[in-house]
């Protein structure tokens, strides 16, 4: 079925095809978005004289505008870094995902169900984790933890770039949006960990 035919525009397109692949959980490349997205609507980013094949730049640019305002800013990331799912992103999938997917004629499918609400089961993994980390043993306990406990709550080290330092940092802090001793005790990691990074870049 055609995109025109089911009334979603491209930068929806991508959106659902990062939402099967898992983009609320962790960042997906342009490659593999592009690649789930042909699978559900073949012609809509393919090229004009080899309909066979995905113009990338055509995916790259829905991805683009996918995160942009007009689009409701549906995504974040860039090419380099992946792609993830903002929270606006989750709600329209919540909304419109099982739809889109019925009429692209997958209802009733295994991904479907796996990915119906990708951010509660995401989060309750990621809460387990938390609250096992040495960083919140000690937070909770009054005590500072030390810039590598508080990395590791980021799943980032000295090896993680900047940019993937962002994106890490900013899906976590939106994963527990509302619920405010998560909240605090990420926002706490968070300076720690920033305070190190500068202390990286004086040394340098």
């Known amino acids: 079925m055609s995109v025109t035919a089911i ?17 609320a959980d962790q960042p997906f490349d342009t490659e ?8 559900l609507a073949a012609s809509a980013f393919a090229w004009r004289r080899y309909p066979d094949r995905i113009n990338l730049e055509l995916v790259r640019v829905a991805l683009v505008d996918a995160s942009r305002a007009k689009s409701g800013s549906l995504v974040q990331g860039r090419g380099r870094g992946g792609w993830l799912l903002t929270n606006q992103g989750v709600a329209w999938f919540s909304v419109h995902g099982e739809s889109l997917l019925a009429a692209f004629g997958n209802p009733g499918s295994g991904t479907e169900a796996k990915v119906k609400r990708p951010e509660t089961q995401h989060r309750e993994r990621e809460r387990i984790r938390l609250t096992r980390s040495d960083a919140w043993i000690k937070w909770t306990a009054g005590v500072s933890p030390s810039a590598s406990e508080a990395s590791s709550v980021f799943r980032i080290d000295r090896y993680t770039g900047p940019h993937d330092r962002l994106i890490k940092a900013r899906a976590l802090l939106q994963l527990f949006e509302g619920d405010t001793q998560i909240e605090h005790f990420l926002a706490e990691m968070a300076s720690i960990v920033q305070s190190q990074t500068e202390g990286e870049v004086d040394a340098k």
């Open 7 to 23: 009334s979603v525009s491209k930068p929806e397109l991508v959106t659902l095809a990062l939402a099967l692949l898992g983009g």
């Open 32 to 39: 593999d978005i592009a690649v789930k997205a042909h699978e």
